[in-house]
Nanobody
Framework: QVQLVESGGGLVQAGGSLRVSCAAS????????MGWFRQAPGKEREFVAA????????YYADSVKGRFTISRDNAKATVSLQMDSLKPEDTAVYYC????????????????????WGQGTLVTVSS
């Protein structure tokens, strides 16, 4: 079992920055990758970014590439998402997720490969 708790959401103006973090506990050494997904009102949950257990590999959705940076600190069991140049369309509930399935290393964008999810943190970007 892996437990995930997000923090750091809030309200920011367009063009600003925000950092959301995820604290993991439990059997975190079993995870192959950690990811961030988001869900805006009336829309499906979508992939944002993911990072391998080692941190050597990172993956980003095209919509956030160049603006968002995912990182992890295994000593502290945390994964963070630094979000810069935020846009109103980035407004969503951001969810941290963990995968214990090896298949996630070749398909990090698939929500179904993540078996553990946090409760989400709201990010609102005003125009």
């Amino acid at each position: 079992q892996v437990q995930l708790v997000e923090s750091g959401g809030g309200l920011v103006q367009a063009g600003g920055s925000l950092r959301v973090s995820c604290a993991a506990s439990g059997r975190t050494s079993w995870t192959y990758a950690m990811g961030w997904f988001r869900q805006a009102p009336g829309k499906e949950r979508e992939f944002v970014a993911a990072i391998s257990w080692s941190g050597d590999s990172t993956y980003y959705a095209d919509s956030v590439k160049g603006r968002f940076t995912i990182s992890r600190d295994n000593a502290k069991a945390t994964v963070s998402l630094q979000m810069d140049s935020l846009k109103p369309e980035d407004t969503a509930v951001y969810y941290c997720a963990a995968s214990t399935k090896a298949a996630v290393t070749t398909a990090p964008l698939i929500p179904g490969l993540y078996g553990y999810w946090g409760q989400g943190t709201l990010v609102t970007v005003s125009s």
